[in-house]
């Protein structure tokens, strides 16, 4: 049992930053891969960015192209916490924003949206 919570959200101005916190419980936690989507309005949710679990304390990052250079993703294993470092923000970036964690590593899984646990979101409003 996985349990995540999100926090960070908030209004921004164009240009701005923010950044995201998912906080996770369960002793599994350092070997799941974890990652960032979105949901805007009226639109489905979309993958942003993972955390790949590769074992061995290593872990690889796997970005879309609408978050290569402005988006971040890290993790402190010790504090059971994921971080989304969001940079130059834009109004399209409006939308909740969801952390997840699943036990597979391919981000086949992240593209599908097939996690095997779910925050409840964060909002993400980024005015012009």
């Known amino acids: 049992q996985v349990q995540l919570v999100e926090s960070g959200g908030g209004l921004v101005q164009a240009g701005g930053s923010l950044r995201l916190s998912c906080a996770g419980s369960g002793r599994t936690f350092i070997s799941y891969s974890m990652g960032w989507f979105r949901q805007a309005p009226g639109k489905e949710r979309e993958f942003v960015v993972a955390?790949?679990?590769?074992?061995?304390?290593?872990?690889?990052?796997g970005y879309t192209d609408s978050a290569k250079g402005r988006f971040t993703i890290t993790r402190d294993n010790a504090k059971n916490t994921v971080y989304l470092q969001m940079t130059s923000l834009k109004p399209e970036d409006t939308a909740v924003y969801y952390c997840?964690?699943?036990?597979?590593?391919?981000?086949?899984?992240?593209?599908?949206?097939?996690?095997?646990?779910w925050g409840k979101g964060t909002l993400v409003t980024v005015s012009s």
């Open positions: 955390t790949l679990w590769r074992g061995d304390n290593t872990y690889e990052g």
């Open positions: 997840a964690a699943d036990r597979n590593s391919d981000l086949s899984h992240f593209y599908r949206r097939d996690m095997d646990y």
